[in-house]
């Protein structure tokens, strides 16, 4: 499924869409995700903007407040893509161009988000579960399709023999920065009063599906370590260093 979701084919047949209209369907997916928090907090908004801003029209500044955020999300995204291909193109050879990478990481993140905007609708009925469901759904979405994505990118994109080293420098660091940032979270729960175990609990799940996913990484990493390396073809044209040394010395 994923190799032919991630295949030049698949993804000539997408690049056929607009860029532009990538880029809207990514910032639709990101309001999708939180749809449930939005819906919520705008009356705490409402009440927050006429308590401490009374001349603003509530109303107004979140009508501009909402296209705002999404418009920062996406240009967060696209940077953060440009440094994530410009670190791995720089340490490993690629056979992908960077608009092509760019494409790809922009398609796997519409779909975690639009999967974990599908499951937040159940928080509207269920809003008891939501913590604990959302520390479940959302790392485990983002976290799963971003290896595949990777994995399909370094068995078809890079050469046998450091595929396994590019797809473990890329999952392994994502997976690290998230446990630590999720960790600190974790700990930083102490300092305050009145939190409820079930803060604790969402940070736990959290962690331990970053935790899990690293078994998953782990089997990609061999499955790629134990790939074939690319038989290069002998140039029969071009004489061997040594032969050309031996002949110098008249033999």
Known sequence: M???????????????????AWMIFYGIASVFTSL?????????????????????????????????????????????AYLVYQLLAGRFFMDINQRNFIFRLRVT???ANAA????????????????????VVNPLARSFL???FM????????????????YLFATKYYLLFNIVINAIGLISLYLYEDVQISQYIAYACTI???????ILVWKQYDI????????????????????????DFGF
């Open 224 to 247: 790629l370590k134990k790939l074939p390396p690319e038989e290069q073809p002998p140039q029969k044209d071009q004489p061997q260093q040594d032969d050309i040394i031996f002949k």
């Open 116 to 135: 974990i905007g599908i499951v937040s609708l159940l928080y509207f009925a269920l809003p008891q579960a939501r913590l604990i469901m959302s520390s």
């Open 36 to 80: 449930y928090d939005l819906v919520n907090l705008r009356s705490d908004l409402v009440d927050f903007f006429n308590e401490f801003a009374p001349h603003l029209n509530s109303l107004r500044m979140l009508s501009l407040a909402y296209p705002l955020s999404v418009l920062i999300g996406i240009a967060v995204f696209e940077l953060v």
């Open 2 to 20: 994923f190799n032919k979701l991630y295949s030049d084919k698949t993804t000539n047949k997408l690049q056929k869409i607009p860029v532009w």
């Open 151 to 166: 994995y399909e990118v370094s068995k078809q994109k890079i050469r046998p023999g450091i595929a396994h080293k590019a």
């Open 146 to 148: 971003l290896i595949m």
């Open 109 to 111: 993140m519409i779909m």
């Open 208 to 214: 331990a599906v970053y935790a899990l996913m690293g």
